[in-house]
């Protein structure tokens, strides 16, 4: 049995696709990346944005002409949000798809390639481990599921309401990343700082778990997070980053607008002055903080003295990186039903001085930082020069640089950075 999967969307629906692949190869399947000799193919989906949805259709359509050419003996799977979304359309639209999976039953999609038997769920469970085989950093997911229903958001409708795994499941999976090597894991949640569970007899909430898990770390030197919301990062949390070297210092902290009235519209439950007030508490409390954000530009009736304000506020997080979008109207959310729509080439034109502007001050405050000394995981080597080595550090910088031993993909090197070209440091190791 030969299977292909393709992923799209966050780091969430990748973690999954590598659950599926070791359930897969535990039953003896081969993964294979050439269509025309699968056996199975599935399509991990994602909803958050339109474009998403369509490039899932063309492939739908890519994935037909290769089953009509093997005679129809090619199964094609569609699971993820797109799945729970449009389940009924999928049917319809595309019949020769055989099998649409919602997110809650996932898991089930080993036994619906080997048996054809498929169990429907009416809860998201968790999976044993999420690890891929061979490498040195693995996300952990933790929570699943929104309750905060921001109002340009689709996840909590196709996600759920929010579940937290077992504070047991999760020590597990960490001690059998330690077991495999792994170097570096990600905690996952569409809001991680909302996780909540019961342990020996306690109520553990996010930093609290980050506490249970630090005397479990060996081998696993970078520990990181996604996504946390403004109004739950706590002061605890603070606290427990600073006081854990592995926990990176490098968060990634979701912004979407600069300005209050905005953010309301968004019901993002925060203003701008909370915002401010929580990058000065965190840059306070948290050694050499790095940031990086999501921020949306073009929303329902946003003004270009609202968008300034964006822009602004950009200036004053000072982010290392940013995923920048324009909004992009979801059926069935409550933004979509707004008036004061704003039209795409205007809302494109934000987007592009936004980007502009973020690129020139990404550039500016890492060359501020030189020269400093940094922990870097290796990936291997660079592409024109194969005798420097090319890896990140805590911060996600991009580091290029010259070794003095023999390094693989995976060790932890300490290295000095002494300049940035374009937008990757380069350095020389240094001795401990």
């Known amino acids: 049995m030969r299977y292909l ?7 969430l629906n990748m973690a999954e696709s590598n659950a599926i692949e070791l359930l897969l190869k535990g039953q003896g399947a081969e993964k294979t990346e050439d269509a025309e000799r699968a056996d199975v193919v599935i399509l991990n989906t994602c ?54 999976i919602g997110t809650n039953e996932k898991e089930e999609i080993p036994a619906y390639v080997f048996s054809r038997k498929l169990e429907r769920k009416d809860k998201y469970s968790f999976l044993t481990s999420y690890y891929e085989e061979g490498s040195f950093s693995s996300y952990v997911p933790i929570m699943n599921g929104c309750n905060n229903f921001c109002s340009y958001c689709i996840v909590p409708y196709v996600r759920g309401r929010e579940i937290s795994r077992d504070v047991e499941s999760i020590l597990k999976e960490i001690d059998f990343l330690e077991s495999k090597g792994v170097k570096e894991i990600t905690l996952l949640g569409q809001n991680v700082n909302s996780y909540k569970a019961q342990y020996e007899g306690r109520v553990v909430d996010f930093p609290t778990l980050l506490e249970i898990i630090y005397p479990h770390l060996d081998s696993i030197e970078f520990v990181r997070f996604e996504s946390p919301h403004p109004k739950d990062f706590s002061d605890h949390l603070i606290k427990v980053i600073s006081e854990n070297e592995r926990i990176c210092s490098h968060i990634h902290l979701p912004m979407q607008s600069g300005s209050s009235r905005i953010l309301k519209l968004m019901n ?12 000065d508490k ?44 324009y909004y992009n109207p979801r059926e069935g959310t409550p933004s979509a039903k707004m008036d004061g729509q704003i039209d795409e080439e205007e809302k494109i034109r934000r987007l592009e001085r936004l980007i502009a502007e973020q690129l020139e001050r990404a550039h500016r405050i890492k060359e501020s930082r030189l020269p400093f000394e940094t922990k870097v995981l ?11 080595l090319l890896g990140y550090n805590e911060h996600n910088d991009m580091v290029s640089f010259s070794p003095k031993g023999n390094h693989k993909k995976g060790d932890i090197v300490m290295v000095r950075l002494t300049e940035l070209n374009g937008n990757t440091y380069r350095g020389e190791e240094i001795d401990v």
């Open 47 to 100: 909803s958050v944005r339109k474009t998403a949805e369509n490039r899932i259709w063309g492939r739908l359509g890519y994935f037909n002409s290769i089953k009509k050419k093997k005679n129809g003996k090619l199964d094609i799977i569609v699971t993820g949000c797109m799945a729970e979304r449009l389940k009924d359309e999928l049917k319809d639209e595309a019949p020769f798809v055989d099998a649409v």
């Open 5 to 11: 999967i393709e992923t799209y969307g966050c780091q």
């Open 268 to 279: 993002r439950k925060t203003t701008r002055e909370d915002f401010i007030a929580l990058l």
């Open 378 to 388: 290796v990936r291997g080597t660079t592409r024109d020069d194969k005798s420097r």
């Open 282 to 325: 965190m840059r306070a409390g948290i050694k050499d903080l790095t940031f990086s954000t999501d921020v949306m530009v073009g929303f329902p009736t946003e003004t270009e003295e609202e968008y300034e304000e964006t822009l602004s506020m950009m200036e004053l997080m000072g982010c290392t990186e940013a995923f920048m979008y």
